[in-house]
């Protein structure tokens, strides 16, 4: 039976997941597969949550605003991606940003050296500001295969955030 559900394509495996941010009373919620390797870090100013599933990457940081101004998912990305785009493996043709209501996104590809040859990793930051805090909602597939950019689809069309229920 293991043998067969490891052959299913990644996406017939996602699950809505919610993870509630220590010390606030809101959450993040996602379609994902089950995720493994879990980590979480909280401290005063800083909330960090990581899992994966395979070549699935998921992370959430929340944190207090870095910038001046920081009330909006503009805000956020105006003071994020400067200093995030300086990473020198980041593919500059594949940087695409769009800002909505609910988040700012940023999508973009990555090639670097992984497992002895260079990969593609696509990579999604979801950002948004909510309730005082800024949100990054990170989430990438290395060498993606068709399933995987649907799971990343799926992903975002179920991402929200709001008050704990």
């Known amino acids: 039976m293991w043998l067969f559900l490891a052959a299913l394509p990644v996406v017939v495996c996602a699950a809505p997941t919610t993870v509630a941010i220590p010390g606030q009373d809101w ?12 980590r979480e870090a909280d401290h005063p100013d800083q909330y960090m949550y990581v899992g994966n599933a395979g070549r699935f990457n998921l992370s959430i940081y929340v944190e207090t ?13 105006d003071c994020f ?5 300086r990473n020198p493996v980041i593919v500059k043709e594949s940087i695409n940003k769009t800002c909505g209501e609910t988040y700012c996104k940023i999508a973009y590809d990555v090639k670097a050296p992984w497992r002895g040859q260079v990969s593609r990793q696509v990579n999604i930051s979801f950002l948004f500001a909510y309730r005082g805090k800024w949100t990054d909602v990170h989430v990438s597939v290395v060498d993606p295969t068709e399933s995987d950019i649907e799971l990343l689809e799926l992903f975002e069309k179920s991402l929200s955030y709001g008050v704990s229920r």
């Open 65 to 77: 605003p870095g910038c001046k101004g920081g009330a909006t998912n503009s805000d956020f990305l």
């Open 81 to 85: 991606w400067p200093k995030a785009s």
């Open 27 to 38: 959450q993040v919620s996602f379609d994902a597969p089950p995720l493994v390797d879990r």
